[in-house]
């Protein structure tokens, strides 16, 4: 057992050098800088960021190049640097509706107080490989808008819009001396309350989200949605200083911030109304806040009366799936040694399959399968 164990050791080591060439791969080739990853590859770092639950696009670059580029690696690199950080408190809220705006866009007005900005997007590209791209070739200015829209200025919300209708239900309030919950700190306990929810699902895998949002499209959740707004930008973060006594701003971070909007038939205590379903996560990452607002509107079910039908609207089963981490380590543990726990299985089988024969034999039957050598 001590030889197996030093050999084995011995093979983890070389395991690691190999790997370190083929990250590296061919050395005439320029290795891959930081500002590279961060520059060229925004969508990657977004995603590292978002579901690593820090928000440092440098960081989150670095742990793209030493994962080789699978993300979800990346994402247990940050998570795992995360632990060793020390912790200040906690930041202001952020005021999204004060957001420097990059992208907004609404599939529910065409005409909206501020404008819908198109912004950064490849949403109406052909989806064709480019085989004349030129990854050195400067990009094209951009033609200036005709119309004359503040990026910076303060934008109304389209749920704010129909909230002064009375269409739409209130934004969510807690009651008085609720305690935001931290799952960074505290476990999940089943049932939680949405804020819990929500931090869930902003770190949960996008594949996940998005396919489970899926399904509350086809019909798993009898949901309709609408994208009320989809909007893209800076934000200031604020720390309330004790020793100042109010909140000073530490710096900005790029956010996107998803409002669904879902039809809702009311109930015994409420008139019928649109309903919320809400996504916000680091940078742009709008396939992401599509599906937290779809999967966020599915999990109300209880509290707006609806009929428990789909499992989107499990949320014992949505938010203990989504973390990409802890699947990967349930799956992936599966490559490790399993000898001893196979041999047992193994032998259960053979004892088992020598019973069935032996009582098929007193029977009269023929055997159906051959025993086990």
């Known amino acids: 057992m001590y030889v197996a164990v030093k050999g084995g050791e011995k093979a983890i080591k070389n395991a690691h050098t190999l790997f370190a060439a083929k ?20 969508f990657a770092v977004d995603r590292v960021m978002g579901e690593g639950s820090l ?7 670095m742990a793209i190049r030493q994962a080789q580029g699978d ?63 030129d990854a050195e070739a400067a990009p094209e200015t951009p033609p200036s808008s005709d119309e004359d829209i503040d990026l910076n200025a303060e934008v109304p919300r389209v749920s704010d819009i129909l909230g002064k209708s009375g269409m739409i239900e209130p934004d969510h309030q807690f009651d008085e001396g609720h305690e935001t919950g931290d799952l960074t700190r505290t476990p999940i306990d089943f049932p939680t309350d949405r804020d819990v929810r929500l931090q869930n699902l902003a770190r949960g895998d996008e594949g996940f989200l998005l396919a ?8 798993y959740a009898r949901s309709h949605p609408f994208a009320g707004e989809i909007r893209f930008g800076e934000v200031e973060v604020e720390f309330f200083a004790e020793e100042l006594g109010f909140a000073v701003p530490i710096g900005t971070m790029e956010v996107t911030e998803c409002q669904m909007i879902n039809q809702f038939k009311g109930s015994a ?100 399968m051959e025993a086990a050598q």
């Open 212 to 219: 489970l949002g899926y399904s509350t499209q086809r019909g």
């Open 269 to 368: 205590k409420a008139p019928p109304a649109f309903t919320r379903g809400y996504g916000l996560v680091f940078g742009q990452a709008e396939r992401k806040a599509m599906s937290m607002a779809l999967v966020d509107r599915s999990l109300r079910w209880k509290e707006l009366g609806e009929e428990f039908s789909a499992p989107a609207q499990d949320q014992e089963f949505v938010l203990s799936h989504s973390d990409n981490i802890q699947a990967t380590g349930f799956v992936e543990h599966l490559k490790l040694p399993h000898y001893v726990d196979f041999q047992a299985e193994l032998d259960l089988i053979r004892t088992m399959r020598k019973e069935f024969d032996a009582q098929q034999n007193e029977d009269g039957d023929e055997p159906k």
């Open 71 to 133: 993300l979800i690696e990346a994402i247990f690199l940050i998570r795992a640097y995360r632990t060793t950080l020390p912790r200040f408190g906690y930041a202001e809220p952020i005021e999204t509706g004060k957001m420097a705006i990059e992208r907004r866009i609404s599939a529910t007005f065409k005409d909206l107080p501020g404008g819908q900005v198109l912004g950064p997007t490849f949403d109406y590209s052909h989806r064709l490989i480019n085989f004349d791209f």
């Open 55 to 61: 928000y440092d696009p440098e960081l989150a670059a």
């Open 23 to 42: 990250r590296r791969g061919n050395e005439n080739v320029p290795g891959l800088r930081l500002d590279q990853i961060t520059e060229q590859l925004s």
